[in-house]
């Protein structure tokens, strides 16, 4: 049925049934005062129909051509979208959606089955788009539009009444097909509601997404092979005042986006925004997960609470109910009553020098050659890889620099029967870094170390007066391994 607005509600038009309206000509058809509810849309293949509609999902075009997919809803459509394709010449004709949720005005686009899917076609030649912004503002001058379209008086009470009808919109489609990052698999592809917590571009190629929804992604093995373990998956590293916008708990998952097209939709992206993720790929390198867009990856609408109230909830939560998480036993510390925290604790604490007790699997430690432990000058130092769910660290096991001789054999000593439970020979020293590392026995090319969860003290220190928060590391320190025989030293 067509309906046409009349003061704040939108009227039928005359007497007309669906079987008339599959008969109307295109030339009634170019009066843009008329718009197709999305419900009858269904039943108008092959004509060319007026469309308004609420963007619920936007898809990642997979960069082989000048086309991206939308999909809309509208008051009578019950919570079921509609898919809209747009054909253009060039990219830049194509529609730049700044947010999911967002108004779009469709003239004189095609119905057409596309892989089985009633499907609205825009053709860049013979119909015309405007998008609008959507909930919460008071703007009617379309943000971009094609050059066919025409804005008509009564545009604005269509738009003005979609964003009084979007606050209690609540979307149907798919509501229980979502996986938690706690429960997602390499080399599959899921659907997640999550919220931005970051975006950044790498360089002119690579942008990168940060997701988050409360829950840890599964720690990984590492492949004995890998010589040396990034700390993060994008190249550089974010400041700490980017960090700071980070939840403290629970992991933030990279998605990577490469194809110069998939970055049609990432300005429409907004931190502390909540969206949904369909189809989205999953991938292990070093041991860090990532989110890889695909041809069919979209994203979806959603209406849940902000950000930053759900992050705080679940952080109090999450300091409520842990006593602290759970560890192998494998290593002791000297400061038991102290509180655990995170890595990402850790990362954007507010002072350079602080101590902090976690519980971190050792995901490597360099040198791996325990009788290279010494430097030159015999100085000891080892840096290990810590990692949790939230983060990953570099730690360093070693005597101060600048000491003179005999201190640092003192300190040597110190160290090795502290940290190694004073098994001096290299032999004993390696047969316990293997534990601390899940190093398995076997000398095997595929096999996998499987690092156990341990807890340890760490201290963050400065080594540039001049240039504290660009010059801080952190150490390992009053913490032991445990012998086999013996449950504290």
Known sequence: MWFKLEGHKYKPIGPKTIFEALIISDIEMKDDYKFLRIIDAYKTLHLRVNLVGVIVEL?????????????????????????????????????????????????????????????????????????????????????????????????????????????????KEGSGCFTFLKDVKEGECSNLSVWIVHISKEDKDRWFIFIWDGTDLPPCSISTKACRVPLHVEPEKLSTNVLREFPTVGS??????????????????????????????????????????????????????????????????????CI????????????????FVTLMDVLTYHKVT?????????????????????????????????E???????????????VNTSTAVSMLMHIRERFFGGDLADGAI??????????????????????????????????????RWGSRRFRIFRTWIITSSSRHM
């Open 59 to 171: 898809g990642f075009p997979n960069g082989s051509g000048c086309s991206c997919a939308i999909k809309i809803v509208d008051p009578w459509s019950s919570g079921f979208s509609l898919p809209v394709q747009f054909l253009a010449r060039t990219i830049q004709s194509l529609p730049r959606v700044e947010l999911i949720g967002d108004i779009v005005l469709l003239s004189r686009v095609k119905m057409m089955l596309i892989n089985g899917k009633m499907t609205a076609v825009f053709h860049e030649t013979l119909s015309s788009f405007a998008l609008f912004k959507g909930k919460g503002d008071g703007c009617f001058f379309p943000y971009q539009s094609s050059p066919k379209f025409q804005m008509r008086e009564e545009d604005k009470n269509f738009i003005s009444n979609l964003r009084e009808w979007e606050i209690t919109y609540k979307l």
């Open 252 to 321: 933030v998952l990279r998605v990577e986006v490469g194809e110069a097209s998939d970055k049609q939709a990432i300005h429409c992206l907004k931190p502390g925004q909540h969206l949904k993720f369909l189809n989205l790929l999953f991938r292990v390198d070093s041991g860090l997960w990532s989110g890889i867009l695909t041809q069919f990856t979209k994203m979806q609408y959603a209406m849940n609470p902000e950000m930053q109230t759900f992050k705080h909830q679940s952080q109090d939560l999450w300091r409520k109910i």
């Open 430 to 467: 390696a047969e316990k870094l293997n534990r601390l590392t899940g190093r398995p026995e076997t000398d095997s090319e595929d096999a996998e170390r499987n690092s156990p969860w341990v807890q340890c003290c760490l201290f963050s220190y400065y080594k540039d007066k001049k240039d």
């Open 388 to 402: 949790d769910a939230t983060a990953r660290i570099s730690a360093s096991l070693y005597a101060d620099e600048g």
């Open 324 to 339: 602290g998480p759970p560890h192998s036993g494998i290593t002791g510390v000297a400061h038991e009553d102290a509180p």
């Open 354 to 386: 602080a101590k902090f007790r976690c519980v971190v699997r050792v995901v490597a430690a360099y040198p791996w050659n325990v009788e290279k432990f010494r430097d030159s000058e015999g100085k000891y130092k080892v840096l290990f890889i810590l």
